[in-house]
């Protein structure tokens, strides 16, 4: 799957457990926690999310790969790939 | 049984709201428990719950009205024996008048057009959650035309991202509500630290056999020992009500819950103390979306009867909290964080947690107060005993 394809479907998801976020407003590098004062809930949301929509298993030691978009990306990006 | 239906107190920061929209019909019937009107409040749109099954026999209060607490809504036939919900603050004893009288359901249409705007349910709750006041509406739509989602959607797409007007109203509520609690509550402050190292051992454990959406996170362990300490030791779950103490037999735990961009509310997980924490988790975890979309019920806001709060994991090594009147007690739990700590004489880097309790000194005093820290203490760590 191409990377911009996984980042707007990232971006949805995001939209979901945080409806007030602005699309155009997200710095991809930066941490969710510090832009948008995720706590460890929204940490967790955002987890089910993506493993739900890309249909991955994502352990608890893999949470540090999905704290910001662009990390959220390239992770879920070579989970698919290695798992093609 | 023919009873009033009132306003009911949704905490102490409350004094009126008002009716978004009836949601049965009289006539229809109604269950215990299921919602029957929606009100807005500073907190966000509440559904109040009906506390007996019945039928609404007539409405008093339309639509739009803003309505005192204790304020009469309507009148309903009750199956039951007639009383007002047991955990939710008495309604005056003299029928509270509503602050203005409600539209006839005709005005709008007849009245001049910079009267009162009229939207739809969904395009009231969106404007909610996008802080923009229902009176600043009236040239969203044509006038006496009621004003539509799609409407109040284009709206906020046209307009720059104004600071929310319903946050500043939050924010006045929650001084006025922690300015009486600390006028009126003669507070006493403990604090504890503990190795979180055992909770948090078990918990990897625990989790690494789930799937990510039945995973457990760290706060719900402190929410269940808080609610099995509070329901074993007197003094620290119920209410301060005509001046004695009340003591409440259930833990409901109060889960103090940021909203994002400013703003706290503080809704209730009913009977915690008796929940497994697969249970809690997926109610604290409902709890906290429909918080932040700004929509809880009123029987969340009613029954609290102790409440922790903390600032996650960005926050600092101790919070001391302030007591949501008229309950007595409330734990602040600090950032968990790694530090040195004495095991059998020898240093080891552990993470560490500070619980501080804020407690009313007119129902225990410190001795009492230590006893329940230490207590929550020794639960979390034996998450066994979770």
């Known amino acids: ?84 | 049984m023919r009873v009033e239906f009132r306003l009911p107190s949704l905490g102490a920061d409350m004094e009126s709201a008002t009716l978004t929209e009836w949601l049965k019909q009289p006539g229809e019937p109604i269950h215990r428990g299921e919602a029957i009107a929606t009100v807005e409040t500073t907190k966000g749109l509440i559904d109040l719950e009906a506390y007996e099954d019945g039928t609404i026999s007539e409405f008093v209060a339309a639509p739009g009205a803003r309505l005192m607490v204790g304020a009469v809504m309507a009148h309903l036939e009750l199956e039951g024996a007639a009383r007002a919900p047991e955990l939710s603050a008495q309604p005056p004893s003299a029928p509270a008048p509503p602050l203005e009288a409600p539209p006839p359901a005709a005005a709008a249409v007849t009245a001049p057009e910079a009267a009162r705007v009229r939207l739809s349910p969904a395009a009231r709750r969106r404007a909610h959650e996008l802080g923009i006041a229902p009176e600043t509406l009236a040239h969203a739509a044509a006038p006496g035309a009621i004003v539509h989602l799609q409407d109040i959607e284009s709206l906020a797409a046209a307009r720059p991202a104004a600071p929310g007007e319903a946050r500043a109203a939050m924010r006045q509520a929650i001084g006025a509500a922690m300015a009486r609690a600390k006028r009126e509550i003669p507070h006493y402050y403990l604090g504890h630290t503990l190795d979180f190292g055992p909770a948090r051992a078990w918990l990897a454990q625990h989790n690494a056999q789930l799937a990510v959406g039945e995973r457990l996170i760290e706060a719900v362990l402190i929410l269940k020992a808080v609610a099995l300490a509070a329901a074993r030791l007197e003094g620290f779950n119920g209410y301060w009500r005509d001046g004695r103490f009340e003591r409440s037999a259930a833990v409901h735990v109060g889960a103090a819950i940021a909203v994002r961009g400013g703003g706290l509310v503080a809704p209730a997980l009913l009977d915690a103390h008796a929940k497994d924490l697969a249970a809690l988790m997926r109610e604290f975890s409902a709890l906290v979306t429909r918080a932040r979309a700004g929509h809880l019920r009123s029987g969340e806001f009613t029954s609290a009867t102790i409440t922790v709060t903390s600032l996650g994991a960005d926050g600092v090594d101790v919070l001391y909290p302030i007591i949501n009147p008229p309950q007595v007690a409330i734990i602040g739990a600090g950032a968990i964080r790694d530090a040195p700590w004495v095991i059998e004489g020898r240093m080891e880097v552990r993470p560490l947690i500070t619980l501080a309790l804020a407690a009313d000194h007119r129902v225990t005093d410190g001795r009492l107060g230590g006893r329940f820290l230490r207590s929550i203490a020794a639960l979390l760590a034996d998450p066994q005993s979770l």
């Open chain 1, 1 to 84: 799957m191409d990377i911009n394809a996984i980042r707007t479907r990232l971006l949805a998801l995001l939209r979901q457990i945080a409806p007030d976020i602005e699309p155009q407003s997200i710095e991809p590098q930066r941490a969710f926690r510090d832009q948008f004062d995720f706590d460890s809930m929204d940490a967790l949301h955002f987890a089910a999310a993506v493993s739900e929509a890309f249909g991955l298993e994502i352990p608890e030691r893999d949470y540090p790969s999905l704290t910001s978009l662009e990390g959220a990306a390239r992770f879920v990006q070579s989970r698919l790939s290695a798992g093609a």
